[in-house]
């Protein structure tokens, strides 16, 4: 495996990795690897296939941070992640800084202004921004012919879907199901900043969205999913929405794939999950 800290010897290394049969996949990342990113790099590894190669990148993109305290408290066990990802059998980690990554006087970013108006980019202005910059920068970079990420994060994989039409960018977006604890809680690098009591009280987001998606009109299943939430006295709702699948827009029928989705804080602690539901 090699380690890569500058996006020229980035380049140098991947001449090397020219001629290899197979494809190139990038698992773009921000870091504190768990289990759900380790299957991200499972299926990058199954796509770039035995003589392929697999590129996983490590960088907290500060861009897309809007408060600089998250960008701060953001976990950074560098050693723990590349012991993980020797493990996987990744053939290249990439480990760019800022400074690397954006020119100081840069002035050329990537907006997105319809998918992210909502949802996690309500109360996140230019979150989205930032993360088409990084993730577009690391796909030229790289060279991918395809990258994976987690539907976890269903906004930025539409986003991203949208970018790569938009764009007309040659990169196949490959997206991996959600991984959970054995209590159901959606696997994140930001659960292991929550309390003994909140963690254990956390499972109920996704019981809750899961028993609401079972009932039949919309305004049941957001009524009931926000019931069981409130109930909690350590869960505070930032959203709870039940949107189209495609245009992230609120739904009134369940005519068309839709998602029932949340974003709850457990003190400074911001979780999120969904589930898919309707048209089939």
Known sequence: MRVIETKSELREVLDDYAGCNGRRVLVPTMGALHHGHLELVKQAREAAGAEGTVIVSIFVNPIQF???????????????????????????????DAESMYFPDRSVTITESLLSRGLCGAARPGHFDGVCTVVLKLFLLSGCDAAVFGEKDFQQLAIIRRMVRDLDVPVEILECPTVRESDGLAMSSRNVRLNHKQRADAPRIHRALAAAAKLGKPQEILSAARTEIEASPFARIDYLELVDAQSLQPVTDLNKPAVLAAAVFYGEVRLIDHVALGGG
């Open 66 to 96: 809007d408060r600089p305290a998250d960008l701060q408290a953001y976990p950074r066990p560098l050693e723990s992640d590349l012991e993980k990802c020797l493990a996987a059998g990744v053939d290249i980690v990439f480990l760019p």
